[in-house]
């Protein structure tokens, strides 16, 4: 069962946090990752529990899938760059 990854991204340092772009995207695609939006327009309809700022959605394979991406040593390895670049919220969704 497919799973997705859905990141909103607050950016403290859009210069730094391309590093973490060019260096990510090859590792989520080499995990079976496929990015359907990343950064595109937001119409929020509904913000009583969450007011997104730039959204990235990727599909997975599977949960576990996801996960191995994400502990990866390789991920955790540019994930320094995000965290100094971008406030976060990372959620993994078990899809249909």
Same mark, same amino acid.
């Given at each position: 069962?497919?799973?997705?990854?859905?990141?909103?991204?607050?950016?403290?340092?859009?210069?730094?946090?391309? &590093?973490?772009?060019? &260096?990510?995207?090859?590792?989520?695609?080499?995990?079976?990752?496929?990015?359907?939006?990343?950064?595109?327009?937001?119409?929020?309809?509904?913000?009583?529990?969450? +007011?997104? +700022?730039?959204?990235?959605?990727?599909?997975?394979?599977?949960?576990?899938?996801?996960?191995?991406?994400?502990?990866?040593?390789?991920? &955790?390895?540019?994930?320094?760059? +995000?965290?100094? +670049?971008?406030?976060?919220?990372?959620?993994?969704?078990?899809?249909?």
């Amino acid at each position: 069962m497919a799973a997705y990854l859905i990141v909103d991204t607050l950016l403290d340092d859009p210069d730094a946090y391309e &590093q973490y772009k060019v &260096q990510a995207r090859p590792l989520i695609e080499h995990f079976g990752g496929e990015y359907l939006a990343r950064g595109g327009e937001i119409t929020v309809r509904e913000a009583d529990l969450w +007011s997104p +700022s730039r959204v990235v959605l990727v599909r997975f394979p599977d949960v576990e899938t996801a996960k191995r991406c994400l502990d990866s040593p390789e991920y &955790q390895a540019i994930l320094p760059i +995000s965290k100094r +670049s971008a406030r976060r919220t990372v959620l993994i969704v078990e899809g249909l």
